[in-house]
């Protein structure tokens, strides 16, 4: 099982990016699809999950109203689109996947992508 991302990069505190997560079909029609970050020094936290089988959505309090998940279904590619960064945005973003529904507790967590970094400066 194979999760991409891509999408970091850097950016001035307000401004957007959109992470993009890449999965085999498989994983996007029957996993829960979920994007964490990590910054330095801190604990990975969850920050939005998506389930595809009733279209639910979770975010956290820290990126709700800013952050929105959503999904390609042509091109089996969950988004994360990043509204309104903040310094404290500052992380390692991985996405991964579960079977156990939604919710963000990492260790029900199969799979994991490589993660890619994003940077908001102020």
């Known amino acids: 099982v194979q999760l991409v991302e891509s999408g970091g990069g850097s950016v001035q505190a307000g401004g957007s990016l959109r992470l993009s997560c890449a999965a085999s079909?498989?994983?996007?029609?029957?996993?829960?699809i979920g994007w964490f970050r990590q910054a330095p020094g801190k604990e990975r936290e969850g920050v939005s999950c998506?389930?595809?089988?009733?279209?639910?959505?979770y975010y956290s309090d820290s990126v709700k109203g800013r952050f929105t998940i959503s999904l390609d279904n042509a091109k089996n590619t969950v988004y994360l689109q990043m509204n309104s960064l903040k310094p404290e945005d500052t992380a390692v973003y991985y996405c991964?996947?579960?079977?156990?529904?939604?919710?963000?507790?990492?260790?029900?967590?199969?799979?994991w992508g490589q993660g890619t970094q994003v940077t908001v400066s102020s």
């Open positions: 991964a996947a579960t079977s156990y529904g939604l919710g963000v507790q990492e260790t029900l967590y199969d799979y």
């Open positions: 998506f389930s595809k089988s009733d279209g639910s959505r």
């Open positions: 079909t498989f994983i996007v029609d029957e996993y829960t």
